[in-house]
């Protein structure tokens, strides 16, 4: 009897083990990889952002950068998704400078890839989007070459003060929401050119609906109302860390698709980087509600 039961026992165990043989090893999940290319706007540059958490993040450049990449990283982490985060930045340059210098540093598969003009669009002609619209088609043609499946967003950005309200701006006497419009319309055109593209991420008018809601002052020139954020840095051009904050978030709702006011108001970049619970909480409001716009 005892000779049966065990040799019954090892029967049972066989096809358990050669199921098991059969399967190997767990395959390996690699993290998601996704690129940024831009200039100071994607730097984080005058602020406390562009060098925090350089080490979680891969400067192609070598300039050791963390800026919009790495709260990006961050906040990839907290809400449990994994992601290889790398960046190509050059301050004061278009994407043609990228496409045409640079593109020896970034030529090969990506997941994901997040586009940044000039902030004017062109230097030389502020905003024409002649320019950008041919870079991003060259870009796009790059990327998919080494990834047919790979996700390209293009980067709104903000409406500049000193653009906005000194005298020599380009969009003087507009209104605050003007510059922001037009480079949403111009990253809209690039997008509906090159049907590759996956979609823009609004920035501006996140930045917009901010001023509109009393999160943050539209006029840095006449004073920072009490209460509300300044999103400017001290040339009144380039972001301050809360409008960094508010353009990492908006980047991480578009590309992961996971709600901003899921990383509460305690979450940790804005912690360290000196954003009140408040603050943070309000940034999210805003980028989830911006999101859902379009």
């Known amino acids: 009897m005892l000779r049966r039961f065990l040799a019954a026992l090892l029967l049972l165990a066989v096809p358990a083990a050669a199921g098991a043989a059969q ?16 200039n100071s706007f994607t730097q984080g540059a005058h602020s406390a952002v562009r060098n925090w958490h350089a080490g979680t993040v891969t400067d192609l450049t070598g300039a050791g950068y963390g800026g919009v990449p790495a709260l990006f990283k961050e906040f990839t982490e907290e809400a449990g998704l994994r992601y290889a985060v790398s960046l190509e930045t050059q301050g004061g340059q278009s994407l043609a400078f990228h496409y045409d210098q640079r593109r ?15 902030s004017t669009l062109d230097r030389d002609r502020p905003g024409d989007p002649t320019r950008y619209i041919r870079s991003v088609g060259q870009l796009a043609a790059l990327f998919r070459a080494r990834n047919p499946a790979v996700r390209v967003d293009l980067m709104a950005t903000w409406s500049r003060a000193d653009q906005t309200y000194l005298p020599n701006g380009r969009w003087y006497g507009r209104g605050i929401a003007a510059m922001a419009d037009d480079l949403r319309i111009a ?24 001023f509109a809601a009393g999160v943050a002052d539209p006029n840095p020139y006449d004073g920072t109302a009490y209460g509300q954020a300044n999103f400017w840095s001290y040339d009144q051009y380039h972001a301050s860390t809360a409008g960094y904050y508010l353009e990492a978030l908006m980047v991480f709702g578009r590309i992961t698709g996971v709600d901003p006011r899921t990383l509460g108001r305690n979450e940790r970049a804005a912690d360290e980087l000196g954003l009140s619970p408040d603050l943070a909480a309000s940034l999210q409001l805003i980028a989830r509600e911006q999101l859902a716009a379009g």
């Open 104 to 118: 020896h540093l970034f030529d090969r598969a990506w997941d994901v890839v997040v586009l940044q003009e000039f």
């Open 23 to 38: 399967r190997g090893p767990t395959p390996v999940v690699l993290p998601r990889t996704i690129l940024f290319i831009g």
């Open 187 to 210: 990253a809209e055109r690039a997008r509906r050119a090159h049907p590759t593209i996956t979609g823009v991420i609004p920035v501006g008018q996140a930045w917009t609906r901010a």
